[in-house]
């Protein structure tokens, strides 16, 4: 069930014919900024990473145009002649440099994000800045089992300046996942920015970082790269290089072609029991090439294994004896990657263990068996590319409720 709501005049009106009153509006924005702040990393759509090439682009070897990236963390595409894009034109934006640009005639554009626990029956609160014309729709899935229940959805007419809007939806009985879509209805020309999702019982992560962590006294390990590793305390062999190729305002980075291999001592750097590992990673080839590569790793009958698989899956776990304990895999989430950097962070302890890439939850167990110990050599990367401010930690640093 969903509600909607705005801030704007012509929203105010649209509601006094729908029958809402402006007590209501008022209760509703106060109660949704007491939820906290935003549940999603990339909500004004700024972070951003390039489309799989097209066959032409391939030959060529050119790189997509900027108007053809992709938000990370979103799913945006058009069908049956409808397209959604996302200009890089900070003049359509309502902040930063991108908005998410809906052009339907015909057809149907879609912005979703998947998939969010639902771990108690409190309301969510979805709020988003629109303008343009036409009609868009948000809804909800309810994601709990493979074929996915539909709950009605909202329309609203797309004010012609920019307006904020807002919905509040509550989880039916049972359902323990849940999608949250945006459509347009009939011919729409509309641009959606800075969305806004709060939960009364979520935190705001702040995932990606946006600049170089530091060492506390939970941080059992901490790589900048600024220099080259100590080789009393770790072993590099193989193509190894610190490169000036990060991302603005992080300095040099670690870079690991053919045969790399570097390697310190697990028993001083990973905690079994409990800990998390955060590091910014980039593929030097797409996602599904086929080879497994792993970005932190304890190899051996006391294993284990933060990265992405040869079937492009992401996932974190814990062996032993050469068998499986427990991890939590994203199923084929690297399928469409291409060469960038993404930011991967893996908590676990007994209560949970939860996997984010960029700032969003793609995978979660709870009560997950674990081991006390590991082997005792932790791998730092593999051949084929490139890290970046690593730490690990003997403790939990991030986490949401799950169900």
Not at 14 to 21: A, D, F, I, K, V
Not at 54 to 62: D, F, I, N, R, V
Not at 128 to 140: D, E, M, N, T
Request: net charge neutral; hydrophobic share 40%; proline share 9%.
């Amino acid at each position: 069930m969903a509600r909607w709501r705005g801030v704007c005049p012509r929203a105010t009106a649209e509601r006094s014919r729908r029958g809402l009153t402006p007590v209501c509006v008022v209760l509703l924005v106060l109660c949704s900024c007491a939820f906290g702040q935003n549940v999603l990393p990339n909500g004004s759509f700024e972070l951003v990473e390039p489309p799989t090439p097209t066959a032409e682009l391939a030959k060529s070897g050119q790189a997509a145009p900027p108007d053809a990236w992709l938000p990370r963390t979103w799913n945006l595409w058009g069908q049956w002649g409808a397209a959604a894009k996302l200009p890089d034109d900070p003049a359509q934006a309502h902040t930063g440099a991108r908005a998410v640009q809906f052009a339907a005639k015909q057809g149907q554009c879609w912005l979703r994000y998947a998939t969010l626990p639902v771990p108690d029956r409190q309301p969510w609160t979805v709020r988003f800045w629109a303008r343009g014309q036409g009609k868009l729709s948000v809804g909800a899935c309810d994601a709990t089992t493979d074929q996915w229940k539909h709950l009605p959805a909202q329309t609203v007419d797309v004010p012609a300046q920019w307006a904020e809007l807002s919905a509040t939806w509550t989880p039916p009985e049972g359902c323990t996942k849940w999608v949250l879509d945006f459509t347009n209805q009939g011919a729409t020309e509309c641009f959606i920015d800075d969305v806004t999702l709060t939960h009364p019982a979520f935190p705001a992560l702040a995932l990606p970082p946006t600049k170089p962590l530091t060492r506390d006294e939970r941080t059992l390990l901490l790589l900048d790269f600024e220099e080259p590793l100590n080789e009393d305390a770790f072993y590099v062999g193989g193509q190894v290089a610190y490169a000036d190729e990060g991302m603005p305002g992080f300095g040099k980075v670690l870079k690991l072609g053919p045969e790399a291999y570097v390697a310190c001592s697990a028993d001083e750097n990973l905690s079994a029991p409990r800990g998390t590992v955060e590091v910014w990673v980039k593929l030097m080839a797409p996602g599904n090439n086929n080879v497994g590569q792993p970005f932190v790793s304890v190899p051996g009958p006391q294993g284990f294994w933060l990265g992405k698989n040869q079937y492009a899956h992401v996932g974190i776990g814990f062996s032993s004896g050469w068998g499986h304990v427990s991890g939590v895999t994203a199923m084929g989430y690297a399928g469409s990657w291409q060469p960038c950097w993404r930011h991967v962070a893996a908590c676990w302890d007994e209560a949970g263990m939860q996997l984010f890439v960029d700032g969003k939850l793609i995978g979660w167990q709870s009560q997950p068996k674990l081991l006390r110990t590991v082997g005792p050599e932790l791998r730092i990367g593999a051949p084929g590319m490139l890290l970046d401010n690593l730490r690990i930690s003997d403790v939990v640093r991030y986490r949401v409720p799950t169900p």
